[in-house]
């Protein structure tokens, strides 16, 4: 079974940094797609970034793709001697707050990313909170 945790989160003023970290597990590394999303109250899930890695893709770089609201600001990495994705987030805005959910699939579509539907793999969700 996929195993996703979050970490990471916590409360910052805007303009500030945080990292999430996404602990994983229990899938094919040879193709697989981890995504980051995020749900502020009242509203729906969005994606935020995604990491896809392709099977017989050597590429040292996977290919990765962000919503146009978080361009320049986030960045999805991860450590594969850790089983780790990341999301870098810096000049954070009150309009970034909300859970943060990492998310897996096992087949890649880049124009479905951002689509939580196809996900099958979630965590648990870790609290962002930017104030102004």
């Known amino acids: 079974d996929v195993f996703l945790m979050e970490s990471g989160g916590g409360s910052v003023q805007a303009g500030g940094s945080l990292r999430l970290s996404c602990e994983t597990s229990?899938?094919?590394?040879?193709?697989?797609?981890l995504a980051w999303f995020r749900q502020a109250p009242g509203k729906p899930r969005e994606g935020v970034a995604a990491l896809y890695k392709y099977r017989n893709d050597y590429r040292s770089s996977p290919d990765t793709y962000y919503a146009d609201s978080v361009k320049g600001r986030f960045t999805v990495s991860q450590d594969n001697m850790k089983n780790t994705l990341y999301l870098q987030m810096n000049n954070l805005k009150t309009e970034d707050t909300g859970i943060y959910y990492c998310?897996?699939?096992?087949?890649?579509?880049?124009?479905?990313?951002?689509?939580?539907?196809?996900?099958?793999?979630w965590g648990q969700g870790t609290q962002v909170t930017v104030s102004s």
């Open positions: 998310a897996h699939r096992g087949s890649c579509n880049p124009s479905v990313w951002s689509l939580g539907q196809y996900y099958r793999g």
């Open positions: 229990g899938y094919d590394i040879s193709m697989y797609c």
